[in-house]
């Protein structure tokens, strides 16, 4: 297992980082932290439930600390969602499926969620009709807030 470090801690969790892949791990997690931070960074063992696993991703547009960061801010700020790894898979913003408690949010969750889910901000400025630039102060800003 590579070194992990802490970069976000929460009330509803934590994100924990390593060269390959980023945790999300949510307060309520039924073992303590570092029992469940190996086998959440694992490829091979079962990842716990409520754990969320963001890997490399060549094709993502920001790298996975701040995909997962961004995720967990979203976890903190809305009502509870459940993301799921299999919506991630999406291959465009138009086909994403995004809870309705993020939907809800307005235009800067929406944008924090589908750059969570690798998409450039191009892409989420088109398919939300608003400008690129709006897209990348937004997420700017939220990472601002908790660095």
């Known amino acids: ?84 790894h299999s919506d991630a898979s999406a291959t465009s913003p138009e086909t994403a499926r995004v809870p309705v408690q993020v939907a809800a949010a307005g235009d800067r969750p929406l944008a924090c969620y589908l750059a969570v889910q690798g998409f450039r901000d191009a892409q989420i400025a088109a398919v939300m009709g608003i400008d690129e630039a709006t897209v990348s102060e937004s997420i700017e800003d939220v990472m601002e807030r908790v660095g």
Do not use: C, N, W
């Open 1 to 84: 297992m590579d070194a992990t470090e802490t970069i976000y801690e929460g009330e509803a969790g934590s994100v924990h980082s390593s060269a390959e892949v980023s945790v999300y791990l949510p307060s309520s997690l039924s073992m303590p932290v570092p029992k469940a931070l190996p086998q959440a960074v694992s490829r091979s063992l079962e990842t716990p439930d409520g754990v969320v696993r963001l890997a490399t991703e060549p094709e993502a547009a920001r790298s996975h600390p701040i995909r997962a960061t961004l995720l967990a801010v979203l976890f903190e700020r809305l009502p509870a969602f459940r993301f799921r």
